[in-house]
């Protein structure tokens, strides 16, 4: 009989050898505002701590860049899957909508949707799903500066972009090698970010803020303890 190659086959061959990689750990889907800068960021977490591309999907909003827009791409990701990025539909155990304050009108909507989808998604397993929003004040460039500065007072993103780069001289939004050039400093950004949590929220615009460290950290401890 001959080989049926035709591409819907080959997507149904790429899709099974996915399925069958995947590892005990929980799936967790990442839906991002910026189109490369914080995807680059998270895969390159993802590949520097050995997680399954089947375990962790990283992918930029195909919805629009407004915070809302973003929130409304994670769940349709999540309820329908794309069976062109081989993704199924429901077949995650955590979602994380990653995005800024910025200037966007519909910043604060997003925050509330995100916290009403939680616990209220139900997965592949029938399993409630986490739903987050991972926000930053005013952008995710404060949690880069984080790794160099303590910061405690409100920033204008140009601002924050510009001390960044006294630290980091080569940065670029989309570079690739963030986390490989940060990551010495991760520690004490982790504690910087936790501190500011203490004194604001994603609501308390303009109060620095950034919730990305609970997902990095996430991501390092996924398989246990992070690789040295």
């Known amino acids: 009989m001959a080989r049926d190659n035709s591409p819907w086959e080959r ?14 750990y929980d799936r967790i889907l990442i839906v991002s505002e910026g189109s ?31 915070s809302i827009q973003v929130v409304r791409y994670a769940r349709e990701l ?38 009403s989808l939680d616990g209220k998604l139900r997965n592949d ?10 926000a930053s004040v005013p952008s995710f460039e404060l ?5 160099y500065e303590d910061i405690q007072a409100p920033l204008h993103r ?16 989309g ?4 986390f490989a050039t940060t990551r010495q400093h991760l520690d004490i950004a982790t504690l910087r970010a936790e501190r500011l949590a ?9 109060e620095p803020f950034t919730a990305i460290a609970e997902l990095v950290l996430l991501l390092t401890n996924l398989r246990g303890s992070p690789p040295q």
């Open 11 to 24: 997507q149904r061959k790429q899709l099974e050898r996915k399925l069958n990689r995947r590892a005990s």
């Open 36 to 66: 490369k800068t914080e995807p680059n960021y998270f895969r390159e977490i993802r590949a520097a701590n050995r997680l399954h591309t089947a375990n962790v999907e990283v992918q930029p909003s195909e919805l629009g860049t407004s």
């Open 78 to 115: 999540f309820e329908k899957g794309d069976r062109h990025k081989h993704i199924q539909p429901r077949a995650f155990e955590q979602i994380y909508a990653v995005f800024d304050r910025d200037d966007h009108a519909s910043y604060f909507d997003a925050l509330n949707l995100a916290a």
């Open 125 to 134: 397993n029938k399993q409630p799903v986490i739903f987050k929003a991972i």
């Open 143 to 147: 949690w880069l500066l984080l790794h």
């Open 158 to 173: 140009d601002e924050v972009i510009q001390r960044l780069k006294q630290y980091f001289p080569g940065y670029e939004k």
């Open 175 to 178: 570079a690739a090698g963030t």
């Open 198 to 206: 203490t004194r604001a929220t994603a609501h308390d615009d303009p």
